[in-house]
């Protein structure tokens, strides 16, 4: 038990539209990341976040974008779904002083028709 | 272009064997490295990471890293059934995020 959760857990959307995925971590983790996992692949980095403001991004479009809270919780945003774009979608957390080590919540799979 | 090499597997071992699953990462600046588990259909797990040249033990579990070589290896004692799964390698520097690798199937056979 990471103390990471994600919502929701599976999602259809069809190819077009909008989708927003959540991730909640626990008190202490001011570095959040994102990442991407199709099947059979990796985790590929999106994007992180530390302290409310992104802090790196990896070779992801426009289109995918995010937001940090105050409370720890953060978003992905992803606009104009394409197909490709269906995978596990993955937050982790890390503790202040300890960004290199993440622990990754349940994911979020979505998939695009 | 930082990479992390995994062999896809999979690989096959009996129960109560040792099970070797390794990396090799195209970057000398990676400092860290690390062992995630993942069951199909679940999220990465964080076994072990290890930052020095040498040997970390920990219960069944031992990484090796050898930057000479850019190599990184996880040895599972004593498998059991329970330790099928993808196993990840990832590495980073300072506070770049993780670069994985695609993982390597671990089947353990009773």
């Known amino acids: 038990e990471t103390g990471v959760t994600q919502s929701p857990t599976h999602l259809i959307k069809t190819r077009g539209q909008q989708v927003t995925l959540r991730c909640s971590s626990q008190?202490?983790?001011?570095?959040v990341s994102w990442y991407q996992q199709a099947l059979g692949q990796g985790p590929q980095f999106i994007f992180q976040?530390?302290?409310?403001?992104?802090?790196g991004r990896g070779n992801f479009p426009p289109r995918f974008s995010g937001l940090q809270f105050p409370n720890y919780s953060s978003e992905l945003n992803v606009n104009a779904l394409e197909l490709d774009d269906s995978a596990l979608y993955l937050c982790?957390?890390?503790?202040?002083?300890?960004?290199?080590?993440?622990?990754f919540g349940p994911g979020t799979r979505l998939l695009v028709l | 272009q930082k990479e992390v090499e995994q062999n896809s597997g999979p690989l096959s071992v009996p129960e109560g064997a040792i099970a070797s699953l390794n990396c090799t990462y195209s970057?000398?600046?990676?400092?860290?490295f690390f062992w995630y588990r993942q069951y199909s259909g679940k999220s990465p797990e964080l076994i072990m990471f290890?930052?020095?040249?040498g040997d970390k033990e920990d219960g069944r579990f031992t990484a090796q890293l050898n930057k000479a070589s850019q190599y990184v290896s996880l040895l599972i004692r004593d498998s059991q059934p329970s330790d099928s799964a993808t196993y990840l390698c990832?590495?980073?520097?300072?506070?770049?995020?993780?670069?994985f690798g695609k993982g390597t199937r671990l089947s353990v056979i009773a």
């Open positions: 970057d000398r600046g990676s400092q860290s």
């Open positions: 976040y530390y302290r409310e403001e992104e802090n």
């Open positions: 008190s202490g983790h001011n570095t």
């Open positions: 290890i930052y020095s040249n």
């Open positions: 982790a957390s890390s503790l202040a002083g300890q960004e290199e080590t993440q622990y």
């Open positions: 990832a590495s980073v520097w300072g506070n770049t995020p993780l670069v």
